[in-house]
């Protein structure tokens, strides 16, 4: 996954620079969280990923594709709303509600 892959996302991108170098998933998703709900009132996270350690939510494996499951999955379902955490250390897409 490169930040390439986010370059075409139509939603809301929010950029954060976190200077913690602790940071783990749990504290990055309530940051990206709080984030999101400044733009929608109860934001729904519909995929993630760890820069660190390349894993991603959903785990969906099918065909061949021109950019991350894990993005096309919240893509097709609306996301809407892009928190990218210290360039692509950890990425939530989310669905505004």
């Avoid at 729904?44 to 993005?71: A, R």
Wanted: aromatic share 14%; proline share 3%.
């Amino acid at each position: 996954m490169t930040l390439e892959d986010l370059k075409y996302f139509w939603g809301n991108h929010i950029k954060i620079q976190i200077d913690d170098k602790d940071l783990d998933y749990v504290k990055a998703k309530e940051i990206a969280k709080d984030k999101a709900t400044e733009l929608a009132q109860d934001p729904m996270l519909l995929s993630w990923y760890s820069g660190k350690t390349g894993d991603y939510f959903p785990k969906l494996e099918c065909g061949t594709w021109d950019k991350p499951v894990w993005i096309i999955f919240a893509e097709s379902r609306g996301a809407d709303i892009a928190v990218n955490i210290n360039d692509g250390e950890y990425i939530f897409l989310y669905l505004s509600l």
